[in-house]
């Protein structure tokens, strides 16, 4: 109701996997970084999608050729559950299996202990922000995100942007996702890899909460 929109159906939009094939037939090679924050769902799908009128070039091969990594807030560390490997298992599978260029997790141990949003929604001096409205109404809906909420996607979305160092280390290896959606990690193969802490949590924290701070226009 306060931010007024004009798409009311998503049959006014683009299917996503038409999109991804659209935009990355307009880059230059192996220049983009895919960072995902959800399901593996749509990406699974461009993977398998055919050629279109955008590119004569397979899912597969367009991803080769156009992208430089893929950064994904994915997986637990060395081994465990997390939701967005678990709820499209399938998916997730596909993607590591077939995934062809460098994949950077960002794991469900990276995001939890990075607690964001109080100075946003403390400060008198940012309004009409929606970032600063999901945070005021949703924190005190949840008992654990007193302190700040748990912040996986800002903190993928920050190395996928700005890089790892000097905040991670990483571990080289491939992740295996079992059939029911737990993933655990091998150390063989060199094209996945996922973070480790190299700094304090604060520091990345600070960061975090520092771009949130923004006015919007």
Same mark, same amino acid.
């Given at each position: 109701?306060?931010?007024?929109?004009?798409?009311?159906?998503?049959?006014?939009?683009?299917?996503?996997?038409?999109?991804?094939?659209?935009?990355?037939?307009?880059?230059?090679?192996?220049?983009?970084?895919?960072?995902?924050?959800? +399901?593996?769902?749509?990406?699974?799908?461009?993977?398998?999608?055919?050629?279109?009128?955008?590119?004569?070039?397979?899912?597969?091969?367009?991803?080769?050729?156009?992208?430089?990594?893929?950064?994904?807030?994915?997986?637990?560390?060395?081994?465990?559950?997390?939701?967005?490997?678990? &709820?499209?298992?399938?998916?997730?599978?596909?993607? +590591?299996?077939?995934?062809?260029?460098?994949?950077?997790?960002?794991? +469900?141990?990276?995001?939890?202990?990075?607690?964001?949003?109080?100075?946003?929604?403390?400060?008198?001096?940012?309004?009409?922000?929606?970032?600063?409205?999901? +945070?005021?109404?949703?924190?005190?809906?949840?008992?654990?995100?007193?302190?700040?909420?748990?912040?996986?996607?800002?903190?993928?979305?920050?190395?996928?942007? &700005?890089?790892?160092?000097?905040?991670?280390?990483?571990?080289?290896?491939?992740?295996?996702?079992?059939?029911?959606?737990?993933?655990?990690?091998?150390?063989?193969?060199?094209?996945?890899?996922?973070?480790? &802490?190299?700094?304090?949590?604060?520091?990345?924290?600070?960061?975090?909460?520092?771009?949130?701070?923004?006015?919007?226009?």
């Amino acid at each position: 109701a306060k931010y007024h929109h004009t798409i009311k159906n998503n049959s006014e939009v683009p299917d996503a996997v038409e999109l991804y094939r659209k935009i990355l037939a307009q880059q230059p090679d192996n220049s983009v970084t895919i960072v995902t924050i959800g +399901f593996l769902t749509n990406i699974s799908n461009l993977l398998q999608s055919g050629p279109d009128h955008y590119s004569s070039l397979n899912g597969s091969e367009l991803v080769k050729k156009k992208v430089r990594q893929l950064v994904c807030m994915a997986g637990k560390f060395p081994k465990g559950y997390e939701f967005n490997v678990k &709820e499209d298992a399938r998916a997730s599978r596909y993607v +590591f299996e077939h995934w062809q260029k460098p994949v950077l997790f960002s794991g +469900f141990e990276i995001g939890q202990k990075i607690k964001t949003g109080l100075p946003l929604i403390h400060t008198n001096s940012i309004k009409n922000s929606p970032v600063k409205d999901v +945070f005021r109404i949703c924190i005190p809906m949840a008992k654990e995100d007193s302190v700040g909420r748990m912040s996986w996607d800002e903190s993928a979305v920050l190395i996928a942007v &700005e890089g790892y160092r000097p905040f991670y280390k990483t571990k080289t290896g491939t992740i295996i996702v079992n059939e029911d959606g737990s993933n655990a990690w091998s150390p063989s193969g060199n094209n996945q890899s996922y973070l480790v &802490e190299d700094s304090p949590i604060s520091d990345v924290q600070n960061i975090i909460n520092t771009l949130m701070m923004h006015q919007p226009k």
